[in-house]
């Protein structure tokens, strides 16, 4: 192939990878394309070996994330392939860790729904006369009582409540919250589901189905969303790591040269 059947604009990029010419600029000036050599008259010099980096940029960024698909690359272009390949292993053992996280929180999560809301052991010595429950009620926890039971704080305790999560009663003469055995269960599945990074709504939407259906169907539906995209990012890392591969062993003098280059606007044919 010739020096001018391998000039590649700007635009030529862009078009390859579905983005913008200021797009293709930005990742030259960002390292995530390799060293861009320029005209004497300041024209940018693209080649194969720049769309080869463009792909592979883009194919990295759907399973691990920007971030880490901007300095996968960069370190590869700083000649560090350890550093690159360090950052890849990290992306997988973190997805690794979501999925043991979710199937842990499945297990946990349909033994606690299919849990009755039986009584708790009263263990409250610090409850007065005054506040507390009659024989006939059922057993109910304070909030630092809940909260030393599950692990939490007591200002998770109360973000929850204000996000509407949880509903504790409150003590007619010092307003003290009261948790009944349902309240625990609940605030014991929010915690479990905080645990796995679940968005506050999607976690309301759980409990909305525990309560309204008495059964884990909303909770199963939304840990298998999640494995689902587990799943797809995993798919995406494999399909990345090939071109990652193929571009680090393909070294640049194996690619053809670079050519002289179009204006960076890449408005001619």
């Known amino acids: 192939?010739?020096?001018?059947?391998?000039?590649?604009?700007?635009?030529?990029?862009?078009?390859?990878?579905?983005?913008?010419?200021?797009?293709?600029r930005n990742y030259a000036d960002a390292g995530i394309l390799p060293p861009t050599p320029r005209t004497p008259a300041g024209y940018r010099r693209f080649g194969a070996r720049h769309r080869d980096a463009l792909l592979t940029y883009r194919a990295l960024v759907p399973g691990y994330g920007l971030d880490t698909a901007q300095a996968v690359m960069r370190a590869v272009h700083a000649g560090?392939?350890?550093?690159?390949?360090?950052?890849?292993?990290?992306?997988?053992?973190?997805?690794?860790?979501?999925?043991?996280?979710?199937?842990?929180?499945g297990e946990a999560l349909e033994a606690v729904a299919k849990e009755p809301p039986a009584n708790i052991p009263d263990s409250a010595p610090d409850r007065t006369p005054q506040t507390s429950p009659s024989p006939a009620t059922p057993p109910r926890l304070r909030i630092g009582e809940v909260a030393a039971r599950l692990g939490v704080r007591t200002s998770a305790l109360r973000v929850w409540e204000s996000a509407g999560l949880l509903?504790?009663?409150?003590?007619?003469?010092?307003?003290?919250?009261?948790?009944?055995?349902?309240?625990?269960?609940?605030?014991?599945?929010?915690?479990?589901?905080?645990?796995g990074h679940y968005p506050l709504p999607q976690i309301h939407a759980v409990l909305d189905g525990l309560r309204e259906m008495g059964s884990p169907d909303a909770l199963r539906a939304a840990i298998a969303q999640r494995l689902a995209g587990v799943t797809s990012r995993a798919t995406a890392m494999l399909a990345a790591s090939g071109r990652l591969h193929q571009y680090v062993t393909d070294t640049p003098d194996q690619q053809e040269e670079y050519v002289t280059g179009a204006p960076d606007g890449g408005a001619s044919a």
């Open 167 to 195: 509903a504790p009663q409150r003590e007619p003469v010092t307003h003290y919250r009261w948790f009944s055995p349902a309240d625990v269960r609940d605030a014991r599945i929010v915690s479990i589901l905080r645990q």
């Open 1 to 24: 192939m010739s020096r001018a059947e391998t000039a590649l604009r700007p635009v030529d990029l862009a078009r390859a990878a579905g983005v913008s010419t200021q797009q293709i």
């Open 80 to 105: 560090d392939v350890p550093l690159a390949l360090t950052l890849i292993d990290a992306g997988h053992a973190a997805l690794h860790e979501q999925r043991l996280s979710l199937r842990a929180a």
